[in-house]
């Protein structure tokens, strides 16, 4: 199930969404697609499955990435390139900057989220469980260059999925 948390300025949580078509509307206003692509058990990440992908997302190079849990290499995503972020297993929390603040998207496996060259992003895989995903990039001719994104007013990872059970109903009550 995707979320979107949309924060204000200062980081303050507004609406929450886990609506698909609110996800994409909310996203669309930012020049970002996200959506779910499942691949069945077993399949081999061949051609014959990555080239539809590039088709699709008009992507030319695709890498495995994965990180979390202190190990692994955090996604280094070219200021220059679209870059397409594929969850495989765990989830990944990306934060957008947006008009009036920024926006929140929680990711599990099977979903991807688009984010056009230029626009400041943030990654965070969590301090407590692995993320296994695959980076599809395109290079953008001409394009904006991409700011990195400052979270310290906005949540970590465990937070931002602790608040979102609580606010669905779904908190564990130990």
Same mark, same amino acid.
């Not at 990872?157 to 608040?163: D, P, Q, S, W």
């Given at each position: 199930?995707?979320?979107?948390?949309?924060?204000?300025?200062?980081?303050?949580?507004?609406?929450?969404?886990?609506?698909?078509?609110?996800?994409?509307?909310?996203?669309?206003?930012?020049?970002?697609?996200?959506?779910?692509?499942?691949?069945?058990?077993?399949?081999?990440?061949?051609?014959?499955? !990555? #080239?539809?992908?590039?088709?699709?997302? &008009? @992507? +030319?190079? =695709?890498?495995?990435?994965?990180?979390? %849990?202190?190990?692994?290499?955090?996604?280094?995503?070219?200021?220059?390139?679209?870059?397409?972020?594929?969850?495989?297993?765990?989830?990944?929390?990306?934060?957008?900057?947006?008009?009036?603040?920024?926006?929140?998207?929680?990711?599990?496996?099977?979903?991807?989220?688009?984010?056009?060259?230029? !626009? #400041?992003?943030?990654?965070?895989?969590? &301090? @407590? +469980?692995? =993320?296994?995903?695959?980076?599809?990039? %395109?290079?953008?001719?001409?394009?904006?260059?991409?700011?990195?994104?400052?979270?310290?007013?906005?949540?970590?990872?465990?937070?931002?999925?602790?608040?979102?059970?609580?606010?669905?109903?779904?908190?564990?009550?130990?």
């Amino acid at each position: 199930m995707g979320v979107l948390a949309i924060f204000d300025a200062e980081g303050t949580w507004g609406q929450t969404h886990v609506c698909d078509h609110l996800l994409e509307h909310n996203l669309q206003a930012l020049g970002v697609r996200w959506g779910r692509q499942y691949i069945e058990a077993g399949v081999q990440l061949d051609i014959d499955v !990555l #080239a539809p992908l590039h088709r699709l997302w &008009g @992507t +030319s190079s =695709v890498e495995r990435v994965r990180w979390g %849990a202190g190990e692994g290499t955090r996604p280094q995503t070219p200021p220059d390139a679209l870059a397409v972020h594929w969850v495989q297993s765990g989830t990944l929390l990306v934060y957008l900057q947006a008009r009036d603040g920024y926006v929140g998207v929680l990711c599990e496996a099977g979903e991807w989220i688009s984010i056009p060259a230029g !626009l #400041a992003c943030a990654l965070d895989a969590g &301090g @407590t +469980s692995d =993320v296994d995903l695959l980076l599809f990039l %395109a290079a953008v001719k001409a394009p904006p260059a991409r700011q990195e994104l400052s979270t310290s007013s906005l949540p970590s990872h465990e937070a931002f999925v602790e608040t979102m059970l609580e606010m669905t109903g779904y908190a564990n009550d130990e």
